[in-house]
């Protein structure tokens, strides 16, 4: 399997300033200033100690991830007076899985690895993992537990391309409904 991760993040890079910002657009139109962040490397004995704590494999592409940056976040909105309003993604360190690890209702759907938007999460299922099925990404919105039918890259590679909308809700923004549900 190719691994595009790399790819990804430093295309995102070339777009972002000396502030490691820039502007986007989203829905109808708007024009918003986001930043983005990235933490540095884990090492190899980290990943590995993480993996024997938690008697699981992580996924090559999420692993890649975690070499070049141990958590981020990307596409977080800053307001005029630049403020950060604490949106976007944050992928978590290896320390922080840890910390949500310990909040059962997180843990018991597999490992959070991200939090995003109002309340959800990226979670690795792990029943998938240890099976190899290569679609072990879900998302909990808020109490509701879907498979995104994604890994990590093809997901970070599309939450960046989507400017950090939901991409894997807009199937059911049809012209019907759209203007209802907005």
């Known amino acids: 399997m190719s691994h ?12 972002l300033n000396s502030n490691d ?38 996924p090559e592409d999420y692993k890649e991830f975690l070499t070049l940056h141990n958590g981020a976040r990307i596409y977080e ?6 403020e950060k309003l604490g949106d976007g993604l944050e992928i978590f360190s ?3 899985i840890k910390q949500y690890q310990e909040i059962e209702y997180l843990s018991e759907h597999g490992i959070p690895i991200a939090h995003l938007l109002n309340d959800c999460y990226l979670i690795l299922d792990t029943e998938k993992l240890k099976s190899g099925d290569p679609n072990y990404l879900n998302i909990l919105e808020f ?9 990590f890259e093809i997901f970070l ?3 960046i391309i989507s400017q ?12 019907e409904n759209y203007y209802r549900t907005r």
């Open 4 to 15: 595009f991760i790399q790819n990804t993040l430093t295309g995102l890079k070339k777009l």
């Open 21 to 58: 910002q820039m502007k986007i657009i989203s829905y109808e139109g708007e024009v918003r200033e986001i930043t983005c962040s990235f933490n540095s490397e884990a090492v190899t004995a980290e990943i590995e100690k993480f993996e024997n704590e938690n008697s699981i494999k992580l």
């Open 77 to 82: 909105s800053i307001e005029e007076d630049g």
């Open 94 to 96: 290896l320390d922080e």
């Open 143 to 151: 109490t509701e537990l879907s498979s995104l039918n994604l890994n």
């Open 157 to 159: 590679d599309r939450y």
């Open 164 to 175: 950090g909308e939901a991409f894997w809700s807009w199937p059911i923004y049809t012209a």
